[in-house]
């Protein structure tokens, strides 16, 4: 849907709007669709910037504090280059921040917001639990080794959250949640397109050969994140996906874009997509780690 569409569909509003929307849910409630994209609540700003420091002192807000330190500066805690070399649970530098925008609270950047009342949930005729869940994303998205189911940071990483999601209705994803839905590219999705236009727009931070900026030292991960090579996401991980990466770009990049006012177009995400993932990375990971 291009921007012009969007505009038009925005306008639309009055009893029309009451209707389409009471519409839309019926259906929802009928066909089962309990994790949809339901919007539920309208009033509420699901992604309104949680301020963990200002959570009084508990055994369990520290839980959160130190489960949001794990989301935002994850390589300083538990990276490949972690202060503790015990805690050196992932293969790279990246920070979960780094796909979960705004540390999870980011619409249409894989927020955090209904995570916690999704799960546990069937994936492939199997229950998935939360901590399961998380450490796909340790050993794809992290190219590392698993969190202990347990353990205080996979604790901490699941308090926070489900302090992110705080009052979010059990069992329904609220709207935002997830990547921007794209429509099936108007031509095929081209490398070399991609290419030109990451040459264009996209080398300039993330540099020309994909490696991004690492933050100045002391700091520990990237400013600004690789997008391959040996220190980024694996084969395995979402990202590493077409459909996911051209989604995830089209609504969120470059810096200052949201799916509401999208920077590209969808063709334009498809392109720069294909190329990034035609790019070398680490492989998948072939053991259970």
């Known amino acids: 849907m291009n921007r012009s569409s969007r505009s038009r569909l925005s306008s639309v509003g009055g009893p029309r709007r009451w209707f389409v929307t009471a519409a839309l849910v019926a259906a929802a409630g009928c066909l089962g669709l309990g994790i949809g994209y339901v919007q539920w609540g309208s009033g509420s700003d699901w992604y309104h910037q949680r301020d963990v420091s200002r959570l009084p002192s508990s055994p369990e807000n520290d839980l959160v504090r130190y489960g949001w330190q794990l989301i935002a500066d994850t ?15 992932a293969g790279n530098d990246l920070a979960c921040t780094n796909c979960h925008m705004n540390s999870g609270v980011k619409a ?38 698993k969190l202990s189911e347990g353990s205080r940071e996979m604790d901490a990483i699941v308090a926070y959250i489900r302090f992110v999601g705080t009052d979010s209705p059990q069992g329904v994803r609220v709207a935002g949640m997830g990547l921007w839905h794209m429509h099936p590219a108007e031509q095929a ?7 030109q236009f990451y040459t ?8 020309p050969d994909g490696s991004g900026e690492r933050r100045l030292s002391p700091a520990i991960g990237y400013a600004v994140p690789p997008l ?5 996401f694996n084969a395995a991980a979402g ?3 077409l459909e996911t990466a051209a989604a995830f770009v089209l609504g969120n990049m470059p810096l200052g874009a949201d799916a509401g006012l999208p920077l590209i177009t969808e063709q334009q995400a498809w392109d720069v997509a294909a ?10 990971p072939t053991t259970d780690r």
């Open 75 to 89: 390589a300083a805690h538990i990276g490949r280059s972690a202060v503790d070399p015990r805690l050196r649970y």
């Open 108 to 145: 249409f950047a894989a927020p955090f917001v209904s995570t916690f009342t999704s799960f546990p949930m069937m994936v492939d005729d199997r229950v998935l639990t939360l901590a399961q869940r998380i450490n796909g994303c340790m050993t794809r998205s992290m190219n590392g080794r």
């Open 189 to 195: 999705p081209d490398i070399g397109r991609g290419e």
């Open 200 to 207: 264009l727009q996209c080398a300039s931070c993330h540099k």
């Open 228 to 232: 391959w090579g040996e220190d980024s």
């Open 239 to 241: 990202m590493s996906k």
């Open 275 to 284: 190329f990034i993932t035609s790019r070398p990375r680490p492989s998948s």
